[in-house]
């Protein structure tokens, strides 16, 4: 075992941050649809919890925001012109088409991958796969610049494995971190990998939901530890109740989250809740640690409740004297059954005994919590060394980022700001002056 420590990447919240309500089966997405939204005070939020969290000594990164409006994608469409007239013409013949290349998604970096520590591959390294996000069209092109982003980053191939995403066809349907969870002893211990998935593509017989998608397959799924090299012992596939998933909980992380050897669940998340949690006790077993399973029962917060208030959708945090933090958005305390519930649970001697609770209003509008903003990334000493170190929060780079945002974001962007060609410009411009910031000259692909 070696020492090492979670890295939260968090996806920082690009200037062009709008409500399309694209994501059909997202219904925080759905109920903001068209609502007017503040770039600067989303980016801003974002920030403090970025800042707050790496003072209080967890690792924090930034990872930075996709370029928009994407131009390759209307352009791919036959879309055609100077980008004003691009923009004009979609806004006028295609609006959820121009929505879609706007898309603010990027910020759920849950979603950019799945990563594997080194301590579980077999070849050593650190091991991430992008995701294809291929169930939705306006997500369905961030694999793209999600791949040169980690490569940019964890560029060096001794210590990590930037895979190519899996083929982009239902079959695979992979949505990344927001359906993986990792339970270890310790980060530098090896581990079990937790995959859930929410349909089987070559099963037509298999359970699926009636009313919104499954957005992971478990083919994907497997497809993703054969390339992390992970040893089938020590990894689990577990099928998400499909009936949670027509109650809005578009990913296991809306519904549990894992640190550690603690999984925090709701009673209804998996299809099989028994069998999940046998299989997950012998697998841990095999490297000598023992499950420590939270459950909520349904009559205590029931799924209406955990999806409104992002419950699961938490960040769950070691601290240095072994108990863990659970990182909450403010909903959780004005939702009274939730509210209620976390008192109990602090109280109640378990695992977790502090909330670090954060304003995210903007996210939250936008489908996702604080889970969701970012991506967990376990690194030893070497390794952190190795990753490019422009993106690592401190002190002085909240400042300069701060102070870019307030350069460059809108505090206000309603729908027909999308068809504004000077907000492009505003972005490209944003994003240029970024990459000189972060050290990362030539990250976007313009």
Avoid at 304 to 315: E, H, I, K, R, W
Wanted: glycine residues 8%.
């Amino acid at each position: 075992m070696r020492d090492a420590r979670e890295f939260n990447f968090d996806g920082l919240v690009g200037p062009s941050h709008n409500y399309a309500g694209l994501s059909f089966g997202n219904v925080a997405s759905f109920n903001n649809v068209r609502a007017a939204s503040n770039p600067r005070q989303a980016a801003l939020q974002g920030l403090a919890k970025m800042r707050e969290l790496a003072a209080r000594g967890f690792a924090q990164a930034v990872m930075p925001p996709q370029g928009r409006p994407n131009f390759r994608l209307l352009r791919s469409l036959g879309f055609s012109g100077t980008d004003a007239d691009v923009l004009a013409r979609a806004w006028r013949e295609a609006p959820v088409i121009l929505a879609c290349a706007w898309s603010a998604a990027p910020m759920w970096t849950a979603n950019a991958g799945t990563v594997s520590p080194s301590a579980d591959s077999l070849d050593g390294r650190v091991h991430f796969t992008a995701a294809n996000l291929n169930n939705k069209l306006h997500r369905s092109e961030e694999h793209l610049q999600a791949t040169r982003t980690l490569r940019a980053i964890f560029a060096d191939s001794n210590r990590f494995v930037v895979h190519d995403t899996l083929p982009s066809v239902p079959a695979f349907a992979d949505e990344g971190a927001a359906n993986h969870t990792r339970f270890a002893a310790s980060h530098g211990a090896a581990g079990v990998e937790f995959f859930v998935y929410g349909r089987v593509e070559f099963d037509p017989s298999a359970p699926a939901p009636k009313k919104y998608p499954a957005r992971q397959t478990l083919e994907a799924s497997q497809a993703i530890a054969r390339l992390h090299g992970l040893d089938p012992a020590r990894t689990v596939f577990a099928a998400q109740n499909p009936d949670v998933i027509d109650q809005g909980v578009f990913h296991n992380d809306v519904i549990s989250v894992g640190n550690g050897n603690v999984l925090f669940y709701h009673e209804q998340a998996f299809a099989d809740e028994a069998g999940t949690l046998d299989a997950l006790r012998r697998a841990l077993a095999g490297v000598d640690t023992d499950l420590q399973a939270v459950r909520v029962d349904g009559g205590q917060v029931p799924v209406a409740d955990a999806v409104a208030s992002y419950l699961f959708n938490s960040q769950l945090l070691s601290k240095p004297d072994g108990r863990m933090a659970l990182v909450v958005p403010h909903e959780c305390r004005e939702n009274a059954a939730v509210s209620n519930y976390l008192a109990g649970l602090v109280a109640s001697g378990g695992p977790i005994d502090e909330l670090v609770e954060f304003d995210l209003r903007q996210s939250m509008r936008n489908g996702g919590g604080p889970a969701c903003l970012r991506l967990r990334v376990v690194l030893t000493d070497e390794e952190a060394a190795a990753m490019h170190q422009g993106v690592l929060m401190t002190e002085r780079l909240y400042a300069q980022l701060v102070a870019w945002v307030e350069r460059h974001y809108r505090d206000r962007i309603e729908p027909h700001d999308l068809a504004d060609p000077q907000l492009a410009i505003e972005c490209a411009t944003a994003l240029e002056e970024l990459t000189r910031i972060l050290g990362l000259p030539g990250l976007y692909d313009w």
